[in-house]
């Protein structure tokens, strides 16, 4: 739980602190961007990889290398005195944090042998990385009323050394053993291939078209296809190709990626809403943002209780469905409504997502053979990483798309630099601060207008995934934790007979 907390966390921690980077180290606009991104690209991009490695050199081991790169690192970052040194320091924290990420979920499948511990370990897993990146804007805005901006990466540093010490004599090595060389043109490929898909996705979200973003997109898919070759030749694969195939472990990692398509998607809609429709300050709001966590905390326990009852799948169709419920609940949320509606709303989606998104994990761990849990497990994360990177490309146009029509069909006459005022929120805010105060303040009312429609517009799309996502948990993996489950090891003599499994 401690490495797990502080990686998820990192992806948010910067939120209040980049103002503070910026007056001290003066970056550009695009460093300023990469000093946000870097680190989850990089942690996107290395995921399989780290997985693969560790089910070789051992996961234990892999936990603390990433943590003394990850404590390292974050010592790095608090005393960077360039734009650039930052923006490589955050780089090489997203390579501890990939180490640390799926070691983490790969150790829990091989501890917890029996099914009903695993549950509740994986329960606990989840809900803690979800809660991390909620945390991440809180610890920092209290961090930045006391201290400099370098606080936000220093709290790393005491959790890394506990860490360190404490795993040597707590936690069991576990390797999968006799798994050949460590392929480095394989893991090469799994770089070359998540990366500029991640990359080209967001950057075609926060941009909108452009060649570069897509030229990337598509030169990540065409090595993601080489590597899916030669992974199909190897005798000790980095990805077992056929454990994708089943039921049970490959329909989890597709109910992840659309849970994470609708979590990423409406994330940037609600806490933009609650800054600049409600006029909360950053750290009250992401204060604010911390109560959806209460039907977290009500409904992960409660699906892993009824998982012990009835099928996963229903109780991961019921998951989504409440999930859908609450996207539906914020597509009725305007511009005056109370605040306690809209996170009730946020607290009904998140309790269904993380629910079901706990099943979905403990399945697939439990589809997973020992020997692949590193593996395993990175390709769960790196799906919810794609995921994340799609939903905020397509509910983000979508909502970018219904604010730009209103904004055109309503926007009052004589507005100067109208086609900022049109683009996004922000920018109508900006250019309101040069109006006049009744100019100004219709422009705002529209645009505020006209981002909630967006909202309420792509909450109905994220809404109407879920549902999707729904059926297809309860038709396909209907049975999949008994049926396929017992297939995820073969016989000694069958993976002699087969290269693609073979350990």
């Known amino acids: 739980m401690l490495p797990l907390l502080l990686v998820s966390m990192d992806v948010s921690v910067l939120y209040f602190a980049i103002p503070y980077i910026s007056q001290d180290l003066e970056p550009s606009a695009t460093q300023q961007l ?49 734009a650039e040194v930052l923006i490589a320091v955050r780089a090489l924290l997203g ?32 809900a803690v990385m979800t809660t991390g990146v909620s945390l991440g804007p809180v610890v920092s805005g209290l961090l930045l009323e006391h201290f400099w901006w370098g606080s936000v990466f220093l709290i790393n540093l005491p959790a890394m050394l506990l860490l360190i010490t404490l795993v040597p004599f707590l936690v069991p090595e576990s390797t999968s053993g006799g798994r050949g060389r460590f392929d480095l043109l394989s893991a090469a490929l799994s770089l070359g291939a998540l990366l500029p898909v991640i990359h080209g996705i967001k950057e075609w979200a926060r941009h909108g078209y452009a060649p570069l973003p897509v030229a990337g997109i598509g030169t990540g898919l065409v090595l993601g296809l080489v590597f899916v070759r030669r992974q199909r030749r190897l005798d000790h694969p980095m990805i077992d190709l056929r454990l994708l195939g089943r039921r049970a472990f490959g329909g989890p990692v597709l109910a992840n990626l659309l849970a994470m ?47 012990r009852r009835t099928d996963r799948a229903y109780v991961m169709c019921g ?33 269904g997502l993380v629910a079901s998104m706990t099943l979905a994990n403990e399945l697939a761990l439990g589809a997973a053979p020992p020997e692949r849990a590193g593996s395993s497990a990175a390709v769960l994360e790196a799906g919810q990483e794609l995921g994340g990177a799609l939903g905020m490309a397509v509910l983000g146009s979508v909502g970018a798309a219904v604010y730009s029509r209103d904004m055109s069909a309503a926007l009052p006459a004589g507005v100067p630099e109208a086609d900022a005022v049109r683009e996004t929120l922000g920018g109508a805010a900006a250019v309101a601060a040069e109006l006049p105060a ?18 309420g517009i792509a909450a109905v799309g994220a809404a109407v995934v879920m549902a999707c996502a729904g059926v297809f948990s309860a038709g396909l993996l209907r049975g999949a934790g008994t049926t396929d489950s017992a297939q995820a090891s073969p016989p000694a003599a069958e993976r002699r007979r087969t290269p693609l499994v073979r350990p």
């Open 95 to 126: 390579v501890g944090g990939a180490a640390l990420m799926p070691a983490t979920l790969a150790l829990i499948r091989t501890l917890f042998r029996d099914e009903r511990e695993r549950g509740r370990a994986v329960t606990i897993w989840t």
């Open 438 to 455: 009744a100019t100004a303040d219709a422009v705002l009312a529209t645009a505020r207008e006209a981002f909630t429609h967006g909202m």
């Open 261 to 307: 398509f609708a979590t990423v998607g409406m994330a940037v809609f609600f806490t933009q809403y609650l800054q600049s429709v409600l006029g909360l300050s950053p750290l009250t709001a992401a204060l604010w943002s911390l109560v959806p966590a209460v039907g977290v905390a009500v409904m992960a326990p409660t699906g892993a209780a009824l998982a």
């Open 319 to 351: 998951g989504f469905l409440v999930s859908a419920c609450g996207f539906l609940w914020l597509s009725r949320v305007g511009t005056g409504s109370p605040l306690w509606f809209t996170l009730t709303g946020g607290a009904v989606y998140a309790g």
């Open 34 to 82: 990469w000093i946000l991104d870097m680190y989850g690209f990089v942690l996107a991009g290395l995921l399989i990889m780290m997985g693969a490695l560790g089910d070789r050199i051992g996961r234990r081991t892999l936990v603390l290398a990433g943590a003394a790169v990850f404590g390292a690192a974050s010592v790095a970052a608090a005393y960077a005195h360039s």
